[in-house]
């Protein structure tokens, strides 16, 4: 789920998001990383999401 901070507005997943926001905007808000939240269930685009797992999974394999 997806979460727009300043509006408390839900959606289920990004493509929702970037049909209510236009791609372009969104993808803005993406790179910014102050006014969405993404929660554990889906996956971001951005760089941030792949090293958090990763970090996860490294910390699980010890």
Not at 21 to 35: I, M, N, S
Request: charged content about 30%; hydrophobic content about 25%; aromatic content about 12%.
């Amino acid at each position: 789920m997806i979460i727009h901070l300043p509006t408390r507005r839900q959606f289920v997943n990004r493509k929702e998001a970037k049909i209510y926001f236009g791609t372009a905007y969104y993808y803005k808000l993406e790179r910014e990383k102050r006014d969405l939240l993404f929660t554990d269930n889906v996956q971001s685009a951005t760089n941030e999401y792949c090293q958090t797992t990763s970090n996860k999974q490294d910390k699980q394999n010890k």
